[in-house]
């Protein structure tokens, strides 16, 4: 059975960090590329990071660069996002994929920053 399970959200005001992980089990892992998306209230799911199923590829949409930082362990089956510098704007659920022959997405975890 896939699964992808998201941790590490809540609340934190801002200026603050947070870390997410992303937990995967039942595939294989390290063939998979792996990507981080965020969605607000009443807005579409954006792209925030991805990484490559290596790790030496990475992007990140503009409004997280130099802030967030995706990366990866093929030996725990995790993909992480570090959040630093956190804004009101980057109030959303987070949610983690996996994409390679077969899509798979994660159920999300609720990242809230506000004083």
């Known amino acids: 059975q896939v699964q992808l399970v998201e941790s590490g959200g809540g609340l934190v005001q801002p200026g603050g960090s947070l870390r997410l992980s992303c937990a995967a089990s039942g595939f294989i892992f390290s063939r998979y590329s792996m990507y981080w998306y965020r969605q607000a209230p009443g807005k579409e799911r954006e792209l925030v990071a991805s990484?490559?199923?290596?790790?030496?590829?990475?992007n990140y949409a503009d409004s997280v660069k130099g802030r967030f930082t995706i990366s990866r362990d093929n030996a725990r089956n995790t993909v992480y996002l570090q959040m630093n510098n956190l804004k009101p704007e980057d109030t959303a659920v987070y949610f983690c994929?996996?994409?390679?022959?077969?899509?798979?997405w994660g159920q999300g975890t609720q990242v809230t920053v506000s004083s």
């Open positions: 994929r996996a994409l390679e022959a077969f899509d798979y």
């Open positions: 990484i490559s199923n290596s790790g030496n590829r990475l």
